[in-house]
């Protein structure tokens, strides 16, 4: 531990961050990490428990309380490698993981959890910065060639693991830059594209090729963000590779069936955030979606709900409103009674501090307007008894809506991408893979494994990295009989 009294000395630093109506003004990372001395005293009210909680909530296990103790002790670059040993992109989750492991901090029974987030990333920026971050080839090829399908955090970890085990890995992408989720839904704001570029150029020293621009299958659904010049069939994959992993990623949106869907107006929020980050990298975006000077209605009250709201408030929007059909969640938890699991609790996203009207129990019944254009919103309160849901009675209120983002999350992978590699589903349309025991992550289909949200459906940055390192290894163990891969 680096420091014993540090949990009473100390108390919790939010990282900085610009204010509101400034950060309004651009598409740029508005938080700062940690200076060095924030650092030490952040890591040193990590406690150091004989069982350490976060490191169990922590999906990729990082093993917090060794990095914090060498934090405080100045060994940074130590600290860079322990967290790697167990997180390819610290980068990532430093900004835009929720921290499920600061809801298991042992320290935050009593009081704030120890701000594991700020402090990761603070290790890594200080990586990158230092210039310690570099390739890492591996010392043999093992003459083995494997496929990966899709560049989101699951591909691009499964990718980095298998390459640095001396396989020969390629990575197939249908849009035009690595990234998957990251890339283009993720707004620049939470995550600046040029830490993805670092990654990628990083992965490439490693013998990582990637090829953009190629749909793997030749079915696609119109409105999903896929911009594939080429097409390659599954089959010639099967062929030509030794091993097959399909990180796909969920992303099929959850529909609204009410009437006016069809109006012009009425969007998917990934048909919207996506535009924003390709016009950020520079791109020409022909006719895009614009929230200035609108009354923007955001349905869905999760992340991507509140990226929408960002991305509206950025782009001038004149009112944005929220609409949520669970209830309001209360402001704080019971922590002995949650604890350490992840709590239900009001969260409150930098986005909605820039202005939001924020609304629960609501269900959309129509949209309405005129020219065939949505001019408002026609909206009911509902009740939830024993998880059903009901209308109020005489609860019907209208909003002006010009621009309506649906952002009710995602249902499953494209199911002709499944279909195209006859991979078997689970209920709820998943690819059909196990995560423990023998053969884990091997779908049905020959050579064919899968990870991240195509396997578990919609779920976060910290999961994809995980299924990605997992799923690494038993590829390794397939080709090789046995890996040294970390789980
Ligand atoms: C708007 C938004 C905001 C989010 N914010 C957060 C957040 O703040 N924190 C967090 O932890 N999580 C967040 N998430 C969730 C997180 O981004 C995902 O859980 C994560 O990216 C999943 O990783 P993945 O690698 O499985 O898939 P994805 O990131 O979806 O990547 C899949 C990739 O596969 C490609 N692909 C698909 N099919 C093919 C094919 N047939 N051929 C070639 N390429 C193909 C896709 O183009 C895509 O690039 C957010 C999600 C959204 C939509
Ligand atoms: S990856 Fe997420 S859960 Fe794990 S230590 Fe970092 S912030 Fe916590």
């Known amino acids: 531990m680096g420091k014993a009294t540090g949990f009473m000395e100390y108390q919790r630093l939010q990282e900085a961050s610009e204010a509101p109506q400034s950060r309004k003004k651009h598409y740029k990372e508005f938080v700062m990490h940690l200076d060095d001395a924030q650092a030490k005293t952040q890591a040193a009210r990590c406690m150091d428990c004989g069982i350490p909680f976060c490191n169990n909530g922590c999906p990729v296990n990082n093993i917090i309380p060794d990095w914090n103790d060498l934090v405080y002790n100045g060994k940074l670059r130590e600290a860079l490698d322990t967290l790697h040993s167990t997180n390819n992109f610290p980068e990532f989750t430093g900004r835009i993981c929720p921290a499920p492991c ?13 701000g594991i987030k700020s402090i ?3 290790i890594i920026d200080k990586g990158w910065e230092n210039g310690w971050v570099t390739p890492q080839p591996a010392a043999i090829s093992t003459g083995k060639k494997v496929a990966v399908v899709g560049s989101g955090p699951a591909g691009l970890a499964a990718a980095q693991q298998l390459a640095r085990a001396g396989h020969a890995v390629t990575v197939f992408e249908k849009n035009d830059r690595a990234g998957g989720l990251l890339r283009y839904g993720i707004p620049d704001f939470k995550l600046d594209k040029n830490l993805i570029d670092q990654r990628v150029k990083q992965m490439e020293g490693e013998g990582v090729v990637f090829r953009t621009g190629v749909l793997v ?5 119109a409105g999903i963000t896929n911009w594939a010049k080429e097409t390659v069939s599954p089959e010639t994959l099967q062929k030509e590779f030794d091993a097959v992993i399909i990180a796909g990623g969920a992303e099929t949106p959850r529909d609204l069936p009410v009437p006016g869907r069809e109006l012009k107006g009425v969007h ?8 924003q980050n390709k016009v950020n990298a520079g791109d020409k975006v022909k006719d895009q979606i614009s929230a200035a000077g609108k009354h923007v209605v955001v349905i869905g009250g999760g992340d991507t709900g509140s990226d929408c709201v960002g991305t509206s408030n950025r782009h001038g929007a004149k009112a944005v409103t929220q609409f949520e059909l669970l209830p309001q969640p209360p402001e704080q938890e019971n922590k002995p009674l949650v604890w350490p699991y992840w709590p239900t609790k009001l969260r409150t996203s930098s986005s909605h501090e820039e202005g939001c009207e924020r609304d629960w129990s609501v269900a959309t019944k129509r949209l309405e307007g005129s020219k065939g254009k949505v001019e408002k919103l026609i909206a009911c309160r509902v009740e939830w008894k024993d998880g059903r849901m009901q ?3 005489d609860s019907e209120f209208e909003v002006k809506a010009d621009l309506v983002l649906l952002a009710m999350g995602f249902v499953s992978p494209v199911q002709s991408v499944l279909d195209a590699f006859g991979v078997d589903r689970d ?3 998943n690819a059909r893979a196990t995560t423990d025991g023998a053969g884990c992550y091997k779908t049905n289909a020959d050579k064919v494994f899968a990870a991240g949200d195509m396997r578990r459906g919609q779920s976060l940055v910290v999961w994809a990295i995980r299924e990605g390192r997992q799923c690494a290894r038993e590829v390794d163990a397939f080709l090789m009989g046995d890996s040294v891969l970390p789980r």
Request: net charge negative; aromatic share 12%.
């Open 391 to 393: 209308e109020v009675p």
């Open 268 to 275: 998917f929020a990934m048909e919207f955030l996506p535009q």
């Open 120 to 122: 990761e990333h603070y």
């Open 217 to 221: 299958g030749k079915d696609f659904p």
């Open 102 to 114: 600061e809801a298991a901090c042992t320290l935050g029974i009593i009081k704030d959890a120890v």
């Open 427 to 429: 209920a709820r349309g």
